[in-house]
């Protein structure tokens, strides 16, 4: 039996709707970069490959057309749309998932999750600091995780995080505020705050 471990691909969701926002919250800047390709960057430093996860409609918005891309192939149904689509093309790779709304996360965090990496549990995730459930949006999803997350899909069930509470994973400290993410234009003016005052 082979000790190597699946390779890591990136998956950078990108295909949310964005309502409560009430615009592309990919399209937001932060530190006059817009977070998507922040977050590209910090995914493309750390991944062997990576690929951004969009809806069919997104494919050639000009944020997104000049990225690899990999195309939601099942209904609308949230990240989980997300993570399958990359899961059935490239079934050998695990996925280091990653939402485009974390202005907070750093290439340390991610060190840290690719570090811990248990190739034989099914993902590899950090803790929520709000309340201690798997963030299924900054983890390693192993190959391994496809038969659940594909049983819930077809039983129409499509939150991520409940698959994760089903499946043996490694749960990991909460890191401190790198997975705070923005929904709505209040807590946007608030991150834009709080990151000038870290500067």
């Given at each position: 039996m082979s000790d190597r471990q699946p390779p890591l691909f990136g998956l950078l969701l990108s295909g949310g709707a964005s309502q409560r926002m009430r615009q592309d919250k990919a399209a937001l800047p932060y530190r006059?970069?817009?977070?998507?390709?922040?977050?590209?960057?910090?995914?493309?430093?750390?991944?062997?490959?990576?690929?951004?996860?969009?809806?069919d409609q997104q494919r050639d918005d000009p944020l997104r057309a000049g990225l690899p891309q990999i195309v939601d192939s099942y209904d609308a149904i949230g990240p989980?749309?997300?993570?399958?689509?990359?899961?059935?093309?490239?079934?050998?790779?695990?996925?280091?998932?990653?939402?485009?709304?974390?202005p907070l996360l750093d290439e340390t965090t991610l060190q840290q999750l690719i570090d811990a990496r248990d190739a034989s549990a099914s993902a590899t995730v950090f803790a929520s600091r709000h309340d201690g459930l798997p963030e299924p949006l900054c983890a390693i999803w192993e190959p391994s995780s496809h038969a659940l997350l594909k049983q819930r899909y077809e039983d129409?069930?499509?939150?991520?995080?409940?698959?994760?509470?089903?499946?043996?994973?490694?749960?990991?400290?909460?890191?401190?505020?790198?997975?705070?993410?923005?929904?709505?234009?209040?807590?946007?003016?608030?991150?834009?705050?709080?990151?000038e005052f870290q500067a």
């Open positions: 006059g970069e817009p977070q998507l390709l922040r977050a590209w960057r910090l995914l493309e430093a750390v991944t062997e490959r990576a690929f951004l996860s969009v809806r989980a749309a997300g993570i399958l689509s990359a899961q059935d093309r490239f079934p050998e790779a695990a996925w280091l998932v990653l939402a485009c709304d974390l129409g069930s499509y939150c991520p995080r409940k698959a994760l509470i089903q499946s043996r994973i490694v749960l990991l400290p909460a890191p401190g505020d790198a997975l705070d993410n923005v929904n709505t234009p209040e807590e946007r003016d608030e991150m834009q705050h709080r990151m």
